[in-house]
């Protein structure tokens, strides 16, 4: 997303002991841990990186990016030190870089589960020996204890694979003996910058911690932490806005203080910090999931868009005989389906809102086993999901294509398979730390 260089040049001038980013997500879908391939472009990346290298050599503090390249794999480790190594050069920067790699083998995690070592989170996929083995990349998701395996060997780039949003934050703090709690609650409230503030748009944040808790404050002139704007954070890609787990431990928030220290900044107190027994860290893994092609029509005829659903519904069953029939095939041999742009593409059967737009996008997907067959499918449908009328006894209608061709091939798609817990005995078990010269 960016941040302002104004709010950068402010977040230095405030003398920082570390500059730390959460560089990962899985909220745009497997597709970027399937393949091991980064959400972002490489130029844009290149960019605000050397912008914060740069930072980091004046401020003369370790920078740290967990979840490189977004989704954290070994390969998207390599990218981004590669990146690092690249502007090194570039700037006439001689550098101690520490890489913590985060993938997991498919073989390491059979063991596990046959150990009986992995536990599923909420909704979890079930999980056999051949979804595991079918995974294209499975991750481990890294704490603070390897963040400081890392930071300890004295490195001054820190370029981890995948992490939890907070341990990059929460180590440093921790490592200091500041208060558990306010480390892993500060972390979670700046993971995502400036999110936390009126301006989220702004990128930099400084949290500062001591023994009983922490401070948050903007470093964009036009941006302001409130209580409301800093504990609202703790709702966000949580379950529970109270409760946080994380490797070791979880954070609990439910006895926390939000004080205006001024208009801009914000005070807490009160989280508390539980350590676990047995030490687990979150894996994540992705695999194929066949190839997908796409098309989309555009319904404005409000008969039509008053009686989409049905529509659709009229289509797809339709189709899925025709299409069976036309190639030869059984019906359990691919996939289709409409959603409705408009009315429910984004959370379907959940969708609680009505009313009558002035069009609607019929977006037709079709699933295969292979990116030919896909596109066979789509080519089938197409005439179809331009003409198809609402009953047998009318004229065709006539929809609009918004480009030629209409198919479009959208690729191999992934699915996420694993979202568990793994018990380690010790934290470094599922990752490997290396220390290179740039």
């Given at each position: 997303?960016?941040?302002?260089a104004?709010?950068?040049?402010?977040?230095?001038?405030?003398?920082?002991d570390i500059?730390?980013?959460?560089?990962g997500?899985?909220?745009?879908g497997?597709?970027y841990?399937?393949s091991?391939?980064s959400?972002y472009?490489?130029?844009?990346?290149?960019s605000?990186w050397?912008?914060?290298?740069q930072?980091?050599?004046?401020?003369?503090v370790p920078?740290?990016?967990?979840?490189a390249?977004?989704?954290?794999t070994?390969?998207?480790?390599?990218?981004?030190f590669?990146?690092t190594?690249?502007?090194?050069?570039?700037?006439?920067?001689k550098?101690?870089?520490?890489?913590?790699k985060?993938s997991?083998?498919?073989?390491q995690?059979?063991k596990?589960w046959q150990?009986?070592?992995?536990?599923?989170?909420?909704?979890?996929p079930?999980?056999?020996e051949t979804?595991?083995?079918?995974c294209n990349?499975?991750?481990?998701?890294?704490?603070v204890?390897?963040?400081?395996?890392?930071?300890e060997t004295?490195?001054?780039?820190?370029?981890a694979?995948?992490?939890?949003d907070?341990?990059?934050?929460?180590?440093l703090p921790?490592q200091?003996?500041?208060h558990?709690?306010?480390?892993w609650?500060?972390?979670?409230i700046?993971?995502?910058?400036a999110?936390c503030?009126?301006?989220?748009?702004?990128?930099?944040?400084?949290?500062?911690?001591?023994?009983?808790?922490?401070?948050?404050?903007p470093?964009a002139k036009?941006?302001?932490?409130?209580p409301?704007s800093v504990?609202?954070h703790?709702?966000?890609?949580?379950?529970?806005?109270?409760?946080l787990?994380?490797?070791?431990?979880?954070?609990?928030?439910t006895e926390?203080k939000?004080?205006?220290?001024?208009d801009?900044?914000v005070?807490?107190?009160?989280?508390?910090?539980t350590?676990?027994?047995?030490?687990?860290?979150?894996?994540?893994g992705a695999?194929?999931g066949?190839?997908?092609?796409?098309?989309i029509a555009?319904?404005?005829d409000q008969?039509?868009?008053?009686?989409?659903?049905?529509?659709?519904e009229?289509?797809?069953?339709?189709l899925?005989?025709?299409?069976?029939s036309?190639?030869?095939?059984?019906?359990?041999?691919?996939?289709i389906e409409?959603r409705?742009?408009g009315?429910?593409?984004a959370l379907?059967?959940?969708?609680?809102?009505?009313?009558?737009?002035a069009?609607?996008?019929?977006?037709?997907l079709?699933?295969a086993?292979?990116?030919?067959l896909?596109?066979?499918?789509?080519?089938i449908a197409?005439?179809?999901?331009?003409?198809?009328?609402l009953?047998?006894?009318?004229?065709?209608?006539?929809?609009a294509f918004p480009?030629s061709?209409?198919?479009?091939?959208?690729?191999?798609?992934y699915?996420f398979?694993?979202?568990?817990?793994?018990?380690l005995?010790?934290?470094m078990?599922?990752?490997k730390?290396d220390?290179?010269?740039?």
């Amino acid at each position: 997303m960016g941040f302002e260089a104004e709010a950068l040049r402010r977040g230095l001038a405030a003398k920082p002991d570390i500059i730390c980013i959460d560089g990962g997500s899985t909220d745009s879908g497997p597709f970027y841990l399937g393949s091991g391939t980064s959400k972002y472009s490489r130029a844009s990346t290149k960019s605000e990186w050397q912008v914060l290298m740069q930072a980091r050599a004046e401020a003369n503090v370790p920078l740290v990016v967990g979840s490189a390249g977004t989704c954290g794999t070994d390969s998207m480790v390599n990218w981004m030190f590669e990146i690092t190594s690249e502007i090194a050069k570039e700037l006439g920067q001689k550098l101690s870089v520490a890489t913590v790699k985060s993938s997991q083998s498919p073989e390491q995690v059979v063991k596990a589960w046959q150990a009986g070592n992995l536990d599923p989170l909420a909704n979890a996929p079930e999980l056999t020996e051949t979804e595991i083995e079918g995974c294209n990349n499975i991750v481990a998701l890294a704490g603070v204890e390897q963040i400081l395996a890392a930071l300890e060997t004295g490195a001054e780039i820190v370029v981890a694979g995948r992490t939890t949003d907070t341990a990059v934050i929460a180590a440093l703090p921790i490592q200091n003996g500041e208060h558990p709690g306010a480390a892993w609650h500060g972390a979670k409230i700046a993971e995502c910058g400036a999110l936390c503030t009126t301006h989220p748009m702004s990128g930099v944040v400084l949290v500062e911690f001591d023994d009983t808790g922490f401070a948050v404050e903007p470093m964009a002139k036009n941006a302001r932490c409130t209580p409301r704007s800093v504990s609202a954070h703790m709702l966000y890609e949580n379950a529970n806005p109270f409760v946080l787990p994380e490797p070791g431990g979880f954070l609990d928030v439910t006895e926390a203080k939000y004080m205006e220290l001024s208009d801009r900044c914000v005070r807490v107190t009160g989280s508390s910090w539980t350590s676990s027994e047995q030490y687990t860290v979150k894996l994540e893994g992705a695999g194929t999931g066949g190839y997908r092609a796409m098309m989309i029509a555009i319904l404005r005829d409000q008969r039509y868009v008053k009686n989409s659903q049905a529509w659709s519904e009229r289509l797809v069953a339709f189709l899925r005989s025709e299409i069976a029939s036309r190639l030869k095939c059984s019906p359990d041999s691919f996939d289709i389906e409409i959603r409705l742009v408009g009315v429910n593409a984004a959370l379907g059967d959940l969708e609680t809102r009505t009313g009558t737009p002035a069009e609607i996008g019929a977006m037709f997907l079709a699933s295969a086993e292979t990116q030919a067959l896909a596109n066979e499918i789509a080519k089938i449908a197409n005439p179809f999901l331009l003409h198809f009328p609402l009953t047998d006894n009318e004229e065709l209608p006539t929809f609009a294509f918004p480009f030629s061709p209409a198919e479009v091939e959208l690729g191999r798609q992934y699915e996420f398979c694993i979202n568990h817990t793994m018990v380690l005995d010790k934290p470094m078990d599922a990752f490997k730390l290396d220390v290179i010269r740039v």
